[in-house]
């Protein structure tokens, strides 16, 4: 199965997943009209589209509900604006259902949030369109290169020393 979520650098939030049991981790695009984006593009805040990433799971190792567990334990949902350092509607949170149960399961999860924490879920809960797949370099970028990730998640807040 598939499930696409937007939360913020997808570098960042790429390793979390594998760790989890998830088979396969593709940093992409969605949420826009524009086919086949740039990353520069989506950067630039000229294609409508978020840093997605796209994780292809096996239900029997872990299911939806799981993931968005490690979804919300992993991203600020409170701001609007982005993640951390990255500001801009790229850098925003979403999640792309692909069917009804998925969208009740995140729906049910946006609940809970607000009503624990008081606040408004700043989560985009939108129908899946399309999955554009990220520009080869942005692929497992935290193997590749694991000095500069580790730079990455210390200067945008995600980790701290």
């Not at 790429?14 to 760790?19: D, E, H, V």
């Not at 946006?110 to 370099?137: H, M, R, T």
Request: hydrophobic share 30%; glycine share 8%; with cysteine.
């Amino acid at each position: 199965m598939r499930a696409y979520f937007a939360g913020g650098c997808f570098w960042c939030v790429t390793p979390i997943y594998k760790m989890y049991g998830v088979g396969k981790v593709v940093c992409g695009y969605s949420g826009g009209d524009e086919v086949n984006p740039t990353y520069e593009d989506v950067k630039a805040q000229k294609t409508g589209h978020r840093e997605t990433i796209m994780l292809e799971y096996d239900p029997e190792k872990v299911s939806y509900d799981k993931l968005l567990d490690i979804y919300f334990a992993n991203v600020d949902p409170f701001d609007g604006e982005g993640q951390f350092i990255d500001k801009g509607f790229s850098y925003t949170l979403a999640i792309y259902y692909t069917n009804e149960e998925e969208k009740q399961s995140a729906l049910s999860k946006i609940k809970a949030l607000e009503e624990k924490s008081g606040k408004a879920v700043q989560v985009a809960l939108e129908a899946f369109k399309s999955f554009y797949e990220a520009e080869e370099y942005h692929q497992d970028y935290y193997l590749k290169n694991p000095e500069a990730f580790e730079k990455e998640l210390l200067e945008s807040g995600r980790k701290r020393n």
